[in-house]
């Protein structure tokens, strides 16, 4: 069959009935956005609203954070390298601490406004979130469980920083470590050994802490002297060594009281032990206690008293061992002892 017939037979779309049919999807396509325009509208404000909002309360609880950091940074310095800031303020101390607090409040001042903010955008969608809310859940439950060093070392981290147990300069006991403290962390705590050596401490592994370095510590120096000397004249050359070191620099600022000869600390036949005690600024006590065996040393010369040592005699000198110059008793010495009988000469028969 011929082209030309073939199109001839086919019949022509009618013009009216296709517009008709796209102005009707037209108009219904208007009426669904002019019906839900208000919607999409509030939701979109309420959006809107909602992030400017928890931006706007993140920045300015974020810059108060700073600023109340930076200020107590700037009352640590303003004392440093004063008798007060020797005394109470150690600068690096107070900046890490400071930072460290900021730094948690920051952290979590962020995630709780922004979290709150998406759970309020995801609700503003009409999204149901029992079930994000379970999974979050589910998901928190598994990592504590899978993290749970972490998280105990972070906690431990942050209680110790927020208490202040120690700090930068303090000298602890951490029972798996002693030393001087360099750094301290939200995991780890950074200490420095006798030896030099560093010790990396995790806090959650940290069960108690003996500081060594606050509140204020005690000197106590031993005197030993032979009980043959006049008591009333050894206190007075004590207290008037003490007294002396008392009014000298930087003596004087170490010792928080009176150097207080506590009286007899031990009475033996040779020698007899006067306890020294002094109440010294935390940290300085190993100071102070040579300072004091030095000066006491020195006034004792002065006053003709010979002090002694813990193993020293009351004369002076070591007493000789009587039985140092003696032989190990043998079996010979004694005549009638079996040995020596056996070793005695057979006397020679007697002539008739």
Same mark, same amino acid.
Request: aromatic residues 4%; without cysteine; negative net charge.
């Given at each position: 069959?011929? $082209?030309?017939?073939?199109?001839?037979?086919t019949?022509?779309?009618?013009p009216?009935?296709?517009?008709?049919?796209?102005?009707?999807?037209?108009?219904?396509?208007?009426?669904?956005?002019?019906?839900?325009?208000?919607?999409?509208?509030?939701?979109?404000?309420?959006?809107? /609203?909602?992030?400017?909002?928890?931006?706007? /309360?993140?920045?300015?609880?974020?810059?108060?954070?700073?600023?109340?950091?930076?200020?107590?940074?700037?009352?640590?310095?303003?004392?440093?390298?004063?008798?007060? @800031?020797?005394? /109470?303020?150690?600068?690096?101390?107070?900046?890490?601490?400071?930072?460290?607090?900021? !730094?948690?409040?920051?952290?979590?001042?962020?995630?709780?406004i922004?979290?709150?903010?998406?759970?309020?955008?995801?609700?503003?969608?009409?999204i149901?979130?029992?079930?994000?809310?379970?999974?979050?859940?589910?998901?928190?439950?598994?990592?504590?469980?899978?993290?749970?060093?972490?998280?105990?070392?972070?906690?431990?981290?942050?209680?110790m920083?927020?208490?202040?147990?120690?700090?930068?300069?303090?000298?602890?006991?951490?029972?798996?470590?002693?030393?001087?403290?360099i750094?301290?962390?939200?995991?780890?705590?950074?200490?420095?050994?006798?030896?030099?050596?560093?010790?990396?401490?995790?806090? @959650?592994?940290?069960?108690?802490?003996?500081?060594?370095?606050?509140g204020?510590?005690?000197?106590?120096v031993d005197?030993m002297? +032979?009980?043959?000397?006049? $008591?009333?004249?050894? +206190?007075?050359?004590?207290?008037?060594?003490?007294?002396?070191?008392s009014?000298?620099?930087?003596?004087?600022?170490?010792?928080?009281?009176?150097?207080?000869?506590?009286?007899?600390?031990?009475?033996?036949?040779? !020698?007899?032990t006067?306890?020294?005690?002094?109440?010294?600024?935390?940290?300085?006590?190993? @100071?102070?206690?040579?300072?004091?065996?030095?000066?006491?040393?020195?006034?004792?010369?002065?006053?003709?008293?010979?002090?002694?040592?813990?193993?020293?005699?009351?004369?002076?000198?070591? !007493?000789?061992?009587?039985?140092?110059?003696?032989?190990?008793?043998?079996?010979?010495?004694?005549?009638?002892?079996?040995?020596?009988?056996?070793?005695?000469?057979?006397?020679p028969? /007697?002539?008739?």
């Amino acid at each position: 069959m011929p $082209l030309s017939v073939l199109l001839a037979a086919t019949p022509s779309p009618e013009p009216g009935g296709s517009l008709d049919e796209a102005a009707e999807r037209a108009g219904d396509a208007a009426g669904w956005v002019q019906e839900n325009w208000s919607t999409w509208l509030n939701t979109g404000l309420r959006i809107l /609203l909602i992030l400017a909002v928890a931006l706007v /309360l993140r920045y300015v609880i974020r810059r108060a954070l700073t600023n109340l950091i930076a200020r107590m940074n700037r009352s640590a310095q303003a004392v440093e390298g004063t008798a007060l @800031g020797g005394l /109470l303020v150690n600068a690096e101390r107070r900046r890490q601490r400071s930072e460290a607090i900021g !730094s948690v409040l920051r952290s979590v001042t962020s995630f709780l406004i922004l979290g709150t903010a998406a759970l309020m955008v995801l609700g503003a969608f009409q999204i149901n979130l029992a079930p994000l809310l379970a999974s979050a859940g589910v998901a928190g439950v598994a990592l504590g469980f899978g993290a749970r060093n972490l998280v105990t070392d972070f906690l431990s981290g942050v209680f110790m920083i927020l208490e202040d147990q120690y700090g930068v300069g303090d000298q602890i006991d951490a029972g798996v470590a002693s030393g001087e403290v360099i750094e301290v962390g939200l995991r780890v705590t950074k200490l420095r050994g006798e030896n030099g050596a560093i010790w990396y401490v995790r806090n @959650g592994e940290v069960k108690r802490i003996g500081n060594l370095s606050q509140g204020w510590s005690t000197a106590g120096v031993d005197v030993m002297v +032979r009980p043959t000397e006049d $008591l009333g004249r050894v +206190r007075e050359t004590i207290a008037g060594a003490t007294e002396t070191l008392s009014k000298e620099e930087p003596w004087s600022e170490r010792l928080w009281g009176p150097v207080e000869i506590l009286g007899l600390d031990a009475v033996l036949l040779d !020698s007899m032990t006067v306890r020294v005690s002094a109440k010294t600024m935390p940290g300085t006590s190993v @100071g102070v206690e040579r300072e004091l065996r030095w000066r006491i040393k020195q006034a004792m010369d002065e006053a003709g008293i010979r002090m002694l040592g813990p193993t020293a005699e009351a004369d002076g000198e070591a !007493s000789a061992d009587p039985t140092a110059g003696m032989s190990a008793p043998s079996a010979f010495a004694s005549a009638t002892s079996p040995q020596s009988l056996a070793a005695t000469p057979i006397p020679p028969p /007697l002539a008739k």
